[in-house]
């Protein structure tokens, strides 16, 4: 970011210099918003230094709300300097920060903010609907089948190609039938979860997000026997030996035209908000919204709060919407999950204090500056 406006090679060119620094601060912004997220307010490290004064490096931590005027600022600035795309070459535009991907973020940072702009949301998404990128909602299935990456409605995605760049994160989740090995895996899905499925009659989305299978292991959740039918996490369908190919979604266009029935709905237009839900749910083969899901702004939020649930499904989005709607805590402390082996319900004994994270220890010994997060 400094040093791009010191370069003088001809070959150069004006456009490319504004991607680099587009592309440069788009980074720098979805880092940063993650770190807010999970940390509450960071140092902000916005211009290279070259000083070991610790008094130059060791800095404190800034505000929550300065953060985000940070990230708002970068994104601001990228949306500005990126293209729509970078050509017809999908393999491109879906890897490299573009408009599209910078005012999606864009979006989402106004609604996750302290103080949400609803109305800063609406306005860039219209510029995401509005690019030529074209981002179009496809089949459900087709999203995580692993035969179509960059596709239409992908913003922007991992590139994992395999092999020496592949992905570990699916032989974590998936059963041994596709794994291969016979350990117990992560983010299995709960009781909960698999409930609200039922509830919606959501086939479509279940089918392409979770798979049972029976296990070699005791599931103190699921069946305190060897042989029991266990769910597992089923949007990754390649476990490749830790070197799968399965891919990641960091932006989508069906969590943003979700945040667009969100930020409608928070602006009392729940007419219009249903409908954007009602898209969602249409493509997954599952009926409009009824009467008493709109009744009001306080039930349509919990309608759209449920719907992201079962669209994002370990897309990483979930914690984020729990804390943006102020249902984290409330979420965990009435979760009911039983464990088999004593007949007793999992205390979360979920608090305020406990939806940021700890400031790393490490962290604090290296920089006197740093105060800790209240445990």
Do not use: C
């Amino acid at each position: 970011m400094d040093r791009i406006g010191l370069i003088n090679d001809p070959v150069l060119t004006e456009e490319r210099r504004n991607q680099i620094q587009g592309e440069a601060t788009f980074l720098r912004a979805y880092h940063y918003f993650t770190l807010v997220k999970l940390w509450g307010g960071v140092p902000l490290v916005t211009a290279y230094s070259t000083s070991a004064v610790p008094a130059d490096v060791n800095k404190p931590r800034a505000t929550v709300d300065e953060v985000y005027e940070q990230i708002i600022k970068d994104l601001e600035l990228a949306a500005s300097l990126l293209p729509d795309t970078y050509g017809s070459d999908n393999n491109v535009n879906k890897a490299r920060a573009t408009a599209g991907a910078a005012n999606a973020l864009l979006a989402k940072v106004y609604a996750q903010k302290p103080n949400p702009d609803f109305t800063k949301v609406l306005e860039k998404i219209a510029l995401v609907e509005g690019s030529t990128a074209n981002y179009t909602l496809i089949s459900y299935p087709n999203l995580f089948d692993g035969n179509n990456y960059n596709n239409a409605e992908s913003i922007i995605e991992v590139q994992v190609l395999g092999g020496n760049e592949g992905n570990y994160g699916p032989q974590l989740l998936l059963p041994p039938s596709i794994s291969g090995d016979t350990w117990r895996k992560f983010v299995m899905p709960s009781h909960n979860l698999i409930n609200a499925f039922a509830e919606q009659n959501d086939v479509v989305r279940r089918n392409a997000s979770i798979l049972n299978e029976n296990v070699q292991w005791v599931d103190e959740f699921w069946g305190n026997a060897v042989g029991s039918s266990v769910p597992f996490s089923y949007k990754w369908k390649v476990a490749g030996g830790f070197n799968s190919s399965n891919r990641q979604y960091l932006l989508r266009l069906g969590d943003i035209i979700l945040l667009k029935a969100e930020a409608l709905n928070e602006l009392n237009q729940l007419e219009l908000a249903s409908i954007e839900v009602n898209r969602i749910r249409t493509r997954v083969n599952l009926p409009d919204l009824t009467a008493s899901q709109k009744s009001s702004k306080e039930v349509l939020r919990t309608t759209i709060l449920k719907e992201r649930r079962l669209e994002l499904f370990q897309e990483g989005h979930r914690w984020d919407d729990l804390v943006r709607n102020n249902a984290v805590i409330s979420t965990m402390n009435t979760l009911v999950e039983i464990d088999l082996r004593s007949g007793n319900p999992v205390n979360y004994n979920m608090t305020q204090a406990k939806i940021l994270l700890p400031i790393p220890q490490q962290e604090l010994d290296r920089n006197p500056a740093l105060v800790p997060n209240p445990l």
